[in-house]
């Protein structure tokens, strides 16, 4: 009995950490009181099939630029790449809005769910992108070289890469799901509505908690059935991997046309705004950037104090529980809570603070709790691919348990960690609707500024404060990661 108690206390801190990340959920949930007959079948229609069509559009997408990228080696591979994760440090919209001012391009008058879903889909794209790439790592070198000598292409997709990346085609298409149902700009722009939408225009115009619970309930209940479903083909992508594989050898080949998409959305939008701007500098009125460098500043900052704290407190709570067999419980858990948009874990986070007396909610406790989940998963995938060898020769050093793992075990992990930390940066730098709940009245951000601007500034104005906000997005995401590289650095 007496050996089993470590192993117990092992999963504690962590599940400590994930309850209290939940709390906003369990209280939504635990406080429905009925009023299913608020929802509004059109509104849940058009969310249910808005999601399905991006997320086909962003699995289809992924998939091809993920192969291209991960098999072929092309001149400009390593730009493609970059580009094609560089739509999640902007929401959808923002992408949109640059794309539609592109001149020649008559996109201002598109409408329609199905339009949306498409913008949205390739936005979204990184997603199923990402988890290809992690996929063709875990690939045996030998077998897929096995295969290029014995079958065609095409065989060779259908026989053997497609049956092997099941599993992160299908959590990435089941992710994306739950991500465009939490999805609210997109719908207002492209003029329909959806629950989330019907869920935020509530709570903006109410700011009542209990009038928002039976339009969150439904959304909230289907996104955690979706989660629980993505998180096992997620977490055999990520996890089951031998440490150290080296996967799919590229092969040389002309720059595919086909790994352009997303990489595109990127350089047409940034165009767009762009030349928006550019159509107002010769005129007697120069360009009005609406910023302020407080702005700036609360907008640069919150971002990366939210990854560094939420990774601390991943890592801290994970660590101990690295080796235990309910991880991958505790690793579906957070992604749940990932799972969950933004903006409802703020409504949940509200109601907590109502009853405890109405102490203000500030939009980091938010971002913070969303982060926790994804940053644990990150600490996890980079401690798979940890030779074991690494930690069993730390074991025989002559420190305390945690100096060995600040010392020996966690620095290697350092460059993954920075990739976290940019990640949870730049998901929390593009969110509009927690700072639109949250931010007391005189306050601002950056991303919310642009949307209000986009609504009736001068296209000129729009520009030049998306130009702005993108180059904010740049710079969070790069402080964010120099935090785990600097200690890493520190170290030795």
């Not at 939504?28 to 399905?52: E, P």
């Not at 079958?151 to 890469?161: K, T």
């Not at 955690?224 to 096992?232: I, K, P, T, Y």
Request: glycine share 10%.
């Amino acid at each position: 009995m007496t050996g089993r108690i470590p192993r117990v206390l092992e999963i504690v801190p962590m599940a400590l950490l994930l309850g209290i990340a939940s709390a906003p959920v369990v209280f939504l949930l635990s406080h429905a009181r009925g009023g299913l007959s608020r929802l509004d079948v059109q509104s849940v229609a058009n969310g249910g099939l808005f999601a399905l069509e991006g997320a086909a559009v962003a699995t289809a997408v992924g998939t091809i630029t993920g192969l291209l990228a991960g098999t072929r080696e092309f001149r400009g591979r390593t730009w493609v790449t970059v580009l094609s994760v560089v739509p999640v440090a902007a929401p959808p919209a923002f992408w949109w809005i640059g794309l539609s001012r592109m001149p020649l391009l008559p996109l201002r008058s598109v409408a329609g769910l199905t339009a949306g879903a498409l913008v949205a889909g390739i936005a979204l794209s990184p997603v199923t992108f990402l988890l290809v790439l992690a996929g063709l790592r875990e690939f045996a070198a030998n077998l897929y070289e096995a295969a290029r000598l014995s079958l065609s292409p095409v065989r060779r997709l259908r026989f053997v890469l497609l049956p092997l990346l099941r599993s992160s085609i299908v959590g990435g298409f089941l992710l994306t799901v739950t991500l465009l149902l939490g999805e609210s700009e997109i719908p207002f722009l492209f003029g329909f509505r959806t629950v989330m939408t019907d869920a935020v225009t509530a709570f903006s115009q109410t700011f009542d908690v209990a009038e928002v619970v039976p339009l969150a309930l439904p959304l909230v209940a289907i996104v955690l059935l979706l989660g629980m479903v993505a998180s096992r083909p997620v977490l055999r992508t990520l996890l089951s991997s031998p440490r150290g594989g080296r996967g799919v050898a590229r092969k040389a080949s002309a720059t595919p046309l086909g790994a352009l998409a997303p990489a595109g959305l990127v350089v047409l939008s940034l165009v767009g705004y762009a030349s928006a701007l550019a159509g107002g500098l010769g005129r007697p009125s120069w360009p009005k950037v609406p910023v302020t460098l407080a702005t700036v500043v609360r907008s640069l900052a919150e971002p990366v104090a939210c990854a560094w704290v939420a990774l601390a407190l991943s890592v801290g709570a994970a660590y101990p529980a690295r080796a235990s067999r309910a991880m991958p419980w505790l690793l579906s858990i957070g992604l749940l809570i990932f799972c969950i948009p933004a903006a409802i874990l703020g409504i949940g986070w509200i109601g907590i603070s109502e009853v405890l007396g109405g102490a203000p909610v500030h939009t980091s406790v938010a971002h913070t709790t969303r982060a926790v989940g994804l940053a644990s998963l990150g600490f996890a995938v980079a401690f798979a691919r940890l030779p074991k060898s690494l930690e069993r020769a730390a074991r025989l050093v002559p420190l305390s348990p945690p100096r060995r793992a600040l010392s020996l075990v966690v620095p290697p992990l350092a460059p993954s960690f920075a990739a976290v930390a940019a990640l949870v940066a730049a998901l929390t730098y593009a969110d509009r609707d927690v700072a639109s709940i949250l931010l007391p009245p005189g306050s601002s951000r950056l991303m919310l500024d642009f949307y209000l601007e986009s609504a009736n500034a001068p296209s000129s104005t729009v520009g030049g404060m998306a130009l702005v906000v993108f180059a904010g997005a740049v710079v969070t995401g790069a402080l964010a990661a120099i935090g785990p590289l600097a200690l890493w650095r520190s170290r030795g």
